[in-house]
C-alpha cells in the first residue's frame, strides 16, 4: 500500500520510511504500522495503539479469542478517534459471536454492531455476473419468462416482503440452493445474523424455527413499568437478571420451571415462567446468588405471578431449594413426582428428577411445545441457548465451550412438564 502511494505526485506529502518490513512500517513522523498473527507474538502489550484491526476474529482459534480482546482494550489511546474494529465472516459459536450478538442486541453494549447481508444493494453489481446465470436458468425453465411473485414460495416471499429481496437475488438463491442446498446457502449468503451463525445439522431444536422466533420477540418491561407493583425482593433484580415481559392477569394459572446451580459462578441458576396458554411472562438468570437467596426470589416469583405451579429440578442444589421452599416459605404449589422407594412402595417426591432416561424425554417435550407452538419463548438467551443444544452419541447438552450454557433451556423443559401435569395445590 505504502509503495503505491503517489510518492512522485507529491513527493512532500507522505513521511518517509525508517523500517519497512513484513511486520512494521515505521515512518519518520513517529507513526507506526504493526503486522500480527492471532497464534503469533504478543505484539499489543506494552504499546498504545490509535486503532486495532481485528480481521477474520471468528477463526482465530478459540482459546485466544477472549485473551485478544482483553489485551486489545487497554492497549487502546483513549481519545474521541481511536477505534477498535473487528470485522468477520460468521464461524460458529465462539466468543466472537457472543459479542457480536449481544452488540446486536443490546443497545447499551460498548461494541456497534454492523452486519452486512447477502441482499445489500453493494452486491448487486459484484454478484451481476452470477445473478445473470441464475436469471438465464430460471428462463431456460420457465418458457422464457422472469421470476414473479406468483412464483415465489413461501420462504422467497418473506425475503420479498420484509427484506426487500429482488427477483435477480431469489432466482439466484432458488439455483444455488438446487445445485448446493439450503443449509449451504444459509451458511454462505446469510440474511440475518441468526441465519449466518446457525449450525442446523446439530442442534435437537429446529435451528431456522428459533431464527423465526428471535425476529419477532418483545422486550421486557421497562424497569418503571414493574417497579411499583414488584415485591422488594425482586427490585434489585428488574432488568438486570429478571426479565418480566407479562405482567400477572387475575385467576390465571402459571406455571414454572427451575434449575438451580451453587450460586459460585459458572452455571446458572434460572426460573422460566408462563401462563396457561404457554406465554412466556418471565425469565430469571444469575450465576452468583446462593442456593438460600434464590429459594427466597423463587418464593417472591411464584407468589407474584398468581402463586405458579413450580416444577424444580431436584437433582443437586435442587434438593435444598425444594427443602427451604416447603419448610422455611410454606409455598405449597409445587410439583411432585412419583418414585418408589426400596421396599417397592410408590411415594410422592418434591420436584422432576433427571436422568439419562427421562432428560431425553422433558427435552424433546420442549421441543415438541415449542416447534408446535404450544409455547411462546420471549427470553433472547433461552433462545440463544436452544440454538447450540445438542445431542452427542446419546448424551444431551450445550456445545462445549466457555461461557455456553444450558441452564434456561432445563427452566423452560422443567415448566413444560409443570404444565404437561397442569396441576394447582391453591386456590387463586
Keep these: 500500500m505504502y509503495k503505491n502511494l503517489p510518492h512522485d505526485k507529491y513527493p512532500n506529502l507522505f513521511p518517509k520510511t525508517l523500517l519497512n518490513n513484513r511486520d512494521e512500517l515505521y515512518l519518520e513522523n513517529g507513526s507506526r504500522v504493526i503486522i500480527a498473527t492471532a497464534n503469533g507474538e504478543d505484539s499489543i502489550s506494552g504499546n498504545t495503539f490509535q486503532f486495532i484491526h481485528l480481521s477474520e476474529m471468528a477463526k482465530y482459534p478459540a482459546q485466544v ?4 480482546i482483553a489485551t486489545c482494550i487497554p492497549a487502546l489511546a483513549k481519545n474521541e478517534s481511536s477505534a477498535i474494529i473487528i470485522e468477520s465472516t460468521a464461524y460458529g459459536y465462539n466468543t466472537y459471536q457472543e459479542m457480536f450478538m449481544k452488540a446486536y442486541r443490546d443497545k ?26 441464475a436469471e438465464a436458468w430460471f428462463r431456460a425453465n420457465n418458457q422464457g419468462r422472469r421470476m414473479t411473485y406468483d412464483d415465489l414460495e413461501h420462504d422467497e416471499k418473506i425475503l420479498r416482503d420484509k427484506y426487500g429481496a429482488t427477483y435477480r437475488q431469489l432466482m439466484f438463491r432458488r439455483y444455488y440452493i438446487q445445485t448446493n442446498s439450503l443449509e449451504k446457502f444459509r451458511r454462505e449468503f446469510p440474511t440475518t445474523p441468526d441465519e449466518a451463525f446457525m449450525e442446523t445439522n446439530k442442534s435437537v431444536f429446529d435451528t431456522a424455527k428459533i431464527i423465526e422466533r428471535l425476529q419477532y420477540v418483545i422486550q421486557p418491561l421497562e424497569t418503571k413499568e414493574v417497579m411499583g407493583v414488584l415485591p422488594d425482593t425482586l427490585k434489585p433484580y428488574i432488568n438486570k437478571n429478571l426479565f418480566i415481559y407479562h405482567l400477572p392477569k387475575s385467576k390465571m394459572r402459571m406455571y414454572a420451571g427451575v434449575d ?68 422455611e416459605y410454606g409455598y405449597m404449589n409445587l410439583l411432585k ?9 410408590r411415594k410422592m417426591q418434591l ?15 420442549m421441543k415438541e411445545m415449542f416447534e408446535l407452538n404450544m409455547i411462546n419463548i420471549e427470553c433472547v438467551r433461552t433462545l440463544e441457548e436452544m440454538k447450540i443444544y445438542q445431542e452427542h452419541k446419546g448424551k444431551m447438552g450445550n456445545k462445549k465451550g466457555q461461557n455456553n450454557h444450558d441452564d434456561l433451556v432445563i427452566s423452560v423443559a422443567m415448566a413444560c412438564q409443570a404444565m404437561k401435569q397442569a396441576k394447582y395445590y391453591v386456590d387463586i
Excluded at 479469542?65 to 485478544?68: D, V, W
Excluded at 418414585?339 to 417397592?344: A, H, I, K, L, N
Excluded at 420436584?351 to 439419562?356: A, K, S, V, Y
Aim: aromatic share 18%; hydrophobic share 40%.
Design 108 to 133: 447499551e453494549s460498548v461494541w456497534k454492531a454492523f452486519f452486512f447481508s447477502w441482499l445489500a444493494k453493494a452486491y448487486q453489481t459484484q454478484f451481476k455476473q452470477v445473478f445473470d446465470g
Design 351 to 365: 420436584g422432576f428428577q433427571t436422568t439419562n432416561v427421562t432428560k431425553p424425554i422433558i427435552i424433546n417435550d
Design 65 to 68: 479469542q477472549e485473551e485478544i
Design 337 to 345: 413426582q412419583k418414585v418408589f422407594d426400596q421396599r417397592g412402595k
Design 260 to 327: 438451580v446451580s451453587s450460586g459460585q459462578g459458572g452455571d446458572y441458576s434460572t426460573m422460566s415462567i408462563f401462563d396457561a396458554d404457554g406465554q412466556q411472562v418471565a425469565s430469571f438468570y444469575a450465576n452468583d446468588i446462593p442456593v438460600y437467596k434464590f429459594a427466597e426470589i423463587v418464593d417472591a416469583l411464584g407468589r407474584f405471578f398468581n402463586y405458579a405451579f413450580i416444577c424444580v429440578e431436584r437433582n443437586s442444589y435442587g434438593l435444598p431449594l425444594l427443602e427451604r421452599l416447603r419448610k
